[in-house]
């Protein structure tokens, strides 16, 4: 990881980014609680306040934010985990993950009700991945815990054959899944959340051009302090216009999903745990880091000469801003 000497953060001012600067920031997908804090900085004039105009730019299934970032169309991304990071460095592509807003991957596994006691009791059901899901955390898991490609059956995307089969696990998203299958199937599931298993990667990472961060320092500083604030602020303050936001840009949002997706990011941990506890949300250590990449050697998943610091820089975040946003 290069280390970046940023003289203006030793001032006391973190406002330096011109006023009304244009900022475009592109999502992962339709507007969701998942990207609450960001609707949030926009909508309460956090980001205004440090001289940004923010524009959020949803994802989608036919939208590629990312490749609109390498292409100059857009300024910050909202990138999935330290995979794609790691990715992006083993392609040569000068991608660096700035903050870390999501301390858990809330990926996770679900089970009929009392059809395991613990994550290792998964191994003996049959389990619906996707492709892409094998290709990482489950590889991970037969190295960690010993599961099986055998026992793995290729996940489609429809919940129907999991919610017939009592021994049969299904992976999903902790604030959607759950949700879908309880209403469709009549049943809570249990929710086993790869991260509590020692799945340890960020996820929803902000994103941005190695040229960016060196050029435009303040712009990144104020556009990560400022979507820090907001989750504070979706999390523990007044998050209606956020949410009336989410809607607009996704009108298929209901009041009921935002509710449990905001009520799992809390629960779980999701946002603010760990070593956003003391340093703030979007923290981002070497350790944290290196503790995953070496999973993923372990797992065969990225190669161990890797120069993965090369992936992240952690200028911009752990010195605890809005920590006194908290209530």
């Known amino acids: 990881m290069r280390k970046i000497v940023l003289s203006l953060l030793l001032s006391t001012v973190a406002t330096a980014a011109s006023a009304n600067t244009a900022v475009t ?87 009929h009700p009392g059809a395991a006691k613990s994550f290792e009791d998964l191994k003996t059901l049959k389990l619906l991945i996707g492709d892409a899901g094998y290709a990482s955390y489950y590889q991970w898991m037969i190295k960690a815990y010993g599961f099986t490609p055998e026992q793995r059956e290729v ?39 790869l991260a509590d298993a020692g799945y340890s990667t960020y996820s929803t990472l902000i994103e941005t051009m190695a040229d960016t961060v060196a050029k435009k320092p303040e712009v990144v500083k104020c556009f990560v302090d400022g979507s820090i604030k907001g989750w504070y602020n979706f999390l ?35 946002v603010d745990s760990g070593d956003a506890l003391e340093k703030g949300i979007g923290v981002i250590t070497d350790a944290h880091v290196k503790d995953f990449f070496d999973k993923m050697v372990a797992a065969g998943v990225v190669p161990g000469d890797l120069d993965y610091k090369a992936a992240y820089t952690t200028d911009f975040v752990g010195a605890g801003v809005g920590l006194d946003l908290k209530k």
């Open 155 to 193: 996940y489609t995307f429809n919940p129907a054959p999991f919610i017939a089969d009592e021994k049969s696990g299904m992976q999903g998203y902790l604030s959607s899944e759950p949700l879908m299958v309880e209403k469709e199937g009549g049943f809570k599931p249990d929710v086993w959340l």
């Open 25 to 111: 920031f592109g999502t992962n997908w339709l507007a969701q609680a998942e990207h609450g804090g960001f609707y949030q900085a926009v909508a309460d004039g956090t980001y205004a306040a440090c001289g940004l105009d923010v524009t959020i730019q949803p994802g989608g299934p036919q939208v590629n934010n990312r490749a609109l970032m390498l292409a100059g169309k857009i300024d910050f991304n909202m990138g999935g985990n330290l995979l794609e990071e790691f990715s992006a460095v083993q392609e040569g592509i000068p991608v660096v993950a700035v903050a870390a807003i999501f301390q858990k991957e809330p990926q996770v596994i679900l089970t």
């Open 236 to 270: 523990y303050g007044d998050n209606s216009a956020a949410k009336e936001k989410i809607k607009k840009d996704n009108p298929d949002m209901t009041d009921e999903q935002l509710a449990f997706g905001i009520s799992q990011l809390k629960e779980k941990g999701i």
